[in-house]
């Protein structure tokens, strides 16, 4: 089974400028998760989609951030404009269903604002 | 008050070492606890998780919860090299929005 895939998994851009990650969860995974990881502290969830609907997107910095699922399958995590304290790393998750425990991480995409 | 309070560390250990891992949590209603390995470079992989109180045990690995002091535990038997990365504790909740919430993560070293 094809585990979470997330591309890039490096990115550096300088301060106002945009950025996009993408991730491809599990087949058949209907959840879909985006957390932010900066260095010394553990995942904080930014936005979770069931199929193509947001479930939670309490902590997803709006003014900045968005994100999209468009067709229930893959997803695209935007910001614009990034700021400094956007670097951290951008990881992914999928689940079988909202509710279901267990959620398998993809690599994640480590983001560096100059 | 955050949500799960996990002590950084970082832990080094010899290999063979009986190690400790401890959380400490807020919020008791229809929880699950869960331990996640995360290596350098990494996306987190998930260990063991647990819904009551008491130990859950798999190989090497303990999960202890006790709710009545909101305290979460991860022992790791016969440590070894392989085990070393960054252990994170999390908290999720059994109703609505499956959303965890992480502990900082403890960063653990197993020498040979």
């Known amino acids: 089974e094809a585990g979470v895939a997330q591309s890039p998994r490096y990115k550096i851009i300088e301060k106002r400028q945009s950025v996009a990650f993408w991730c491809n969860p599990i087949?058949?995974?209907?959840?879909l998760y985006w957390y932010q990881q900066i260095l010394g502290q553990g995942p904080k969830l930014l936005i979770q989609?069931?199929?193509?609907?947001?479930?939670?997107d309490s902590q997803l910095p709006k003014d900045r951030f968005s994100a999209e699922r468009l067709k229930g399958v893959d997803s695209t995590l935007k910001i614009q404009p990034a700021k400094l304290e956007d670097s951290a790393v951008y990881l992914c998750?999928?689940?079988?269903?909202?509710?279901?425990?267990?959620?398998?991480f993809g690599p994640g995409t480590r983001l560096l604002v100059l | 008050q955050k949500e799960v309070e996990q002590d950084p560390g970082p832990l080094s250990v010899p290999e063979g070492a009986i190690v400790s891992l401890n959380c400490t949590y807020s919020n008791s209603a229809f929880q699950y606890f869960m331990w996640y390995r995360q290596y350098s470079r990494k996306g987190p992989e998930l260990l063991m998780y647990t819904y009551s109180s008491g130990n859950k045990e798999d190989g090497r690995f303990t999960a202890q919860v006790d709710k009545s002091s909101k305290y979460i535990s991860l022992f790791i038997r016969d440590s070894q090299p392989s085990d070393s990365a960054t252990y994170l504790c999390a908290k999720g909740t059994l109703l609505g929005a499956n959303n965890l919430f992480f502990g900082t993560g403890t960063r653990l070293t197993v020498i040979p």
């Open positions: 989609f069931q199929n193509n609907g947001v479930v939670d």
């Open positions: 998750a999928s689940s079988l269903r909202t509710g279901e425990e267990t959620q398998y």
């Open positions: 087949s058949g995974h209907a959840t």
